[in-house]
């Protein structure tokens, strides 16, 4: 079915992207914007694939005429809630000479860190950008005379309220559904109001139903056997929505589904992630069967789930400029021997998670090399820009440049309003999906919305418990959890991790995370990839004071969410990117997370969703560098006090709770004198 999918939601001035689902290129396509707010004057361009900007609040109405039939597609409009703003840096607070500098770029997330876009000129000693954003904290880059040496990162802040929150419940009453939407105010928004809206895909409408503020009812005579219900909490903001599915069995039974959930395995996973080239060690080369090979150590770790970078055709060591995303680097492999690989690590009982690249293709690929030639069936493959816009000073031979983001002029982004595009990325995923048990996507904050709920519903209507882990840089977008990803990069956390370990920030700056979860209206059910280091990021001991990487790590496994360990983490690998560490390894440290691993397996609570902070008395060291909060248990399971010291020596110090003074990662007694000694990190059981 070509049918575009669920409703969508925007503000206005947001655009929202409309395309036919499982696309053929090779027939036609045509949109029609049926109905729209008296006031709007939006329009629709030709094309397969349109793109609705909104300039009224309301309900827009659109129509795609397919192969298969006629389709429609509600948009819901909400108010913007953008204002003026203003980035501004000052030449003389740039650690580099300006002089003679006169122009900058400017990008950030309002742009996609797109060069080019936003350029501004120098007037005295100062860069500023005017532009228009939502409420929150909003950082951007001013890269001086397009080139990122040298660059200044500033950032501001819009007042205003967060997000509300929504959940949607079902029950059967009799002959009778209940759909109960529980709203929840912003930390510091009105109390929302709740919309429902249905699915243009489904028989079940507004005529079939009754609602009662938070609440609505359907008679079970009314129900098709399969209907989507959303809703939206809106007050000064609009929710993200959420979805709930209603189901009709034989004799009348009733079940329901949150399909936007994660699926139950990731609250409990451990990921490591492996870049694949460095992890044989110095001398050998990697490959599928060397990784293989060691396959008994991450047995050892004791870990769940294994992130491979990009193990496609590349000419890059780290993958992501990918010549043929349907076979294996030929370095690491075939597609045979990655198989084999796949087959070991579920046989160690480890699930696999590939690394998704579809938002861009090597510059080499020959798709790309065709478009630029010009071949007329890949006119339309990658996005074009005019050359004025174009910050790359590669001669591109021709009146446009290719569409990239930040300085990366070697990965050129494909063009989603091509179905050809989309076929193609499509097909790569139908290749992948049935071999591995999720995708961690790449630039996932590059690929339209749509075409990721598209590809959620495909993958899950044949494997529900497959996983999509998000990267969204640099602050977690909310959007990405409706019906689009189960798993999100933390990386409020993660900077958190990093002020705290350069002595930037106070140990109990790491709740300030949990509160901008909150305010960015992420939902309590969502689930957070907690990590303090990447293949994308410096290594935290590198970077960081010493004795703040176990504090850090023990974190990462002792707060709500899903830890990721990077390989060599654990051995102490001081490069980025560097060769794991085998016969020089920090076996110490290895133990520590081997024990940060199997204490998380053993206690339910620290992998509970709940956390409250602990007031603690420090009676030596700095009560700056100490953080104390509690992981409770249900009631038949223990609760537990976590202690965390950021200081390079041990502290003593005394939990605002009744406490066992045994520590549960040590297994030793860490009592004595006024308190517990904190040398990094001590987990203990309340009495």
Request: hydrophobic residues 35%; charged residues 30%.
């Amino acid at each position: 079915m070509q049918h575009p999918g669920p409703p969508r939601f925007t503000t206005v001035g947001k655009a929202v992207e409309l395309a036919p689902r499982d696309p053929d290129p090779d027939e036609l396509y045509r949109w029609t914007l049926t109905s729209a707010p008296e006031e709007s004057t939006a329009e629709f361009d030709d094309g397969p694939v349109v793109h609705l900007d909104p300039d009224a609040p309301g309900t827009y109405t659109a129509e795609l005429d397919a192969p298969d039939g006629t389709h429609t597609q509600t948009v819901r409009v909400f108010p913007t809630t953008r204002t003026p703003a203003r980035f501004s840096v000052s030449a003389d607070a740039v650690d580099a000479a300006l002089d003679g500098v006169d122009s900058a770029s400017v990008i950030g997330p309002f742009n996609d860190f797109v060069m080019g876009g936003h350029r501004v000129t120098r007037k005295g000693d100062e860069f500023t950008l005017d532009v228009e954003l939502p409420p929150g904290d909003h950082q951007a880059i001013f890269a001086f005379e397009d080139e990122f040496d040298p660059h200044a990162t500033t950032s501001v802040t819009v007042e205003g309220p967060g997000r509300p929150r929504i959940r949607l419940d079902g029950r059967r009453e009799a002959e009778e559904v209940v759909v109960t939407a529980t709203a929840q105010a912003a930390p510091d928004g009105d109390d929302p109001e709740v919309e429902f809206h249905f699915d243009d895909r489904d028989a079940l409408d507004e005529s079939d139903v009754s609602v009662d503020g938070e609440e609505l009812r359907i008679p079970v005579e009314s129900l098709p056997v399969f209907s989507r219900v959303h809703a939206v909490a809106v007050a000064e903001r609009p929710s993200i929505a959420d979805t709930l599915t209603i189901r009709v069995g034989d004799e009348e039974t009733i079940s329901f589904d949150r399909p936007a959930d994660a699926p139950d395995w990731v609250r409990d996973a451990t990921v490591y992630q492996i870049f694949v080239r460095q992890f044989a060690g110095e001398k050998l080369e990697t490959t599928f069967e060397e990784i293989e090979r060691r396959v008994p150590y991450l047995e050892s770790l004791g870990i769940d789930t294994v992130w491979l970078t990009p193990v496609c055709a590349s000419p890059t060591r780290h993958g992501y400029h990918i010549t043929d995303l349907f076979d294996t680097a030929s370095d690491l492999g075939t597609r045979a021997e990655f198989e084999s690989l796949v087959d070991r690590l579920h046989e160690a009982g480890i699930q696999v998670l590939f690394d998704l690249v579809v938002n861009h293709t090597s510059r080499d690929h020959p798709a790309f090399q065709m478009h630029r030639a010009g071949v007329p069936e890949y006119a339309d493959h990658y996005e074009r820009i005019p050359r004025e816009q174009d910050t790359t000073g590669v001669d591109w031979a021709g009146d446009d440049a290719p569409g990239h983001y930040f300085n990366w002029a070697s990965i050129p982004n494909v063009n989603y309003d091509s179905l050809a595009v989309r076929r193609w990325m499509l097909d790569v995923v139908d290749s992948w999906a049935p071999l591995v048990d999720g995708f961690r996507c790449d630039v996932a904050w590059g690929v339209p919305h749509g075409f990721w709920k598209e590809v959620r519903a495909r993958v899950k209507a044949e494997d529900p418990e497959f996983l999509f882990l998000d990267e969204t840089v640099p602050k977690r977008r909310v959007d990405f959890r409706e019906n689009e990803f189960d798993l999100h990069y933390d990386t409020d956390l993660y900077y958190a991790l990093r002020d705290v370990g350069t002595g930037d920030a106070p140990a109990a700056e790491l709740f300030d995370a949990f509160v901008e979860s909150e305010r960015k209206g992420f939902p309590d059910e969502a689930v957070y990839l907690r990590y303090v280091e990447n293949h994308d990021e410096d290594r935290y001991a590198t970077e960081c004071e010493a004795g703040t990487l176990r504090p850090a790590a023990a974190a990462t496994f002792t707060l709500p969410g899903t830890p990721l360990v990077y390989y060599g983490q654990e051995r102490g690998v001081p490069e980025q990117r560097g060769p794991m560490r085998w016969h020089d390894g920090d076996a110490d440290l290895t133990t520590f997370h081997r024990r940060l691993v199997t204490l998380r397996d053993e206690i339910p609570a620290l992998r509970s969703p709940g956390v409250n902070r602990v007031a603690c008395d420090v009676h030596d060291g700095e009560e700056r560098n100490v953080v104390a909060y509690e992981r409770p248990g249900t009631e038949d399971e223990e609760s537990v006090v976590v202690v965390l010291n950021f200081a390079e020596g041990s502290a003593t110090v005394t939990p605002h709770r009744d406490v066992d003074t045994r520590d549960l990662l040590t297994e030793s007694d860490v009592g004595g004198g006024d308190g517990v000694r904190v040398d990094s990190v001590v987990v203990l059981r309340i009495r």
